[in-house]
């Protein structure tokens, strides 16, 4: 079937296999639809009819508040959904915006059919359901995350605070983070210009090093 060496690399769909995954597809009234770069996949406002699931590429969800000032909430990789968070509480309309960083193909499933249980009590729908839970569940510990990084007082202890989690998370002093300076920004909550010479500073003071998106932890303090 179509896109299903993509599914299968999800943790929705990991333990189904191409037969249950055909089935699924209809049982979810699934559709699929490539995105551009800075594309929006669905949008803050909009009605919450689907739930979207990347397969490909990337994307980060903004929200836009009632005075045009954007934030970034959490970056969006191959297997994460979003919109089942709208869709559970009973959310009219998408609190935020999905929006592609790059080319992205996306797999959009009926909210009716993903939260009500199959009168047919088949049990790929239950599986789906569960490891659907599981990733809300490290969803919340994104969240967890970064509002550890935005409880820091400083600009420069927001940053450390996520530069070192971005290190751990590879064991090693070099990694790439999936957001350029304007959104790294708007990741933190702080004043872009603000922020690049606090970057700057760190680098002259040999904590950090960076070229665009990668970045190397020399160190997590200043001596």
Do not use: W
């Amino acid at each position: 079937m179509e896109h299903f060496k993509e599914l299968k690399a999800t943790k929705i769909f990991k333990d189904a296999d191409e037969f249950d995954c055909q089935a699924m597809m209809f049982c979810f009234k699934t559709r699929f639809k490539t995105f551009l770069k800075n594309e929006p996949i669905l949008k803050q406002g909009e009605p919450v009819d689907e739930v979207a699931i990347i397969l490909k590429g990337a994307g980060i969800v903004e929200h836009c508040d009632t005075l045009g000032n954007i934030s970034i909430v959490l970056e969006m990789k191959p297997g994460d959904i979003f919109g089942v968070e709208n869709a559970y509480t009973g959310n009219e309309f998408y609190l935020d915006s999905l929006i592609a960083t790059e080319k992205t193909l996306v797999m959009f499933m009926n909210k009716h059919r993903l939260i009500t249980p199959c009168e047919n009590k088949c049990k790929r729908h239950d599986l789906v359901i569960k490891n659907v839970m599981n990733q809300l569940a490290s969803r919340s510990l994104e969240l967890t995350n970064k509002l550890i990084h935005m409880s820091k007082k400083s600009i420069r202890d927001k940053l450390l605070s996520y530069f070192s989690h971005e290190a751990d998370k590879t064991n090693s002093q070099y990694f790439e983070i999936p957001f350029n300076k304007t959104e790294l920004a708007n990741y933190l909550s702080v004043d872009r210009s603000a922020m690049s010479t606090e970057l700057s500073k760190m680098r002259d003071e040999g904590i950090i090093d960076y070229d665009k998106k990668e970045y190397r932890l020399i160190k997590k303090k200043a001596e």
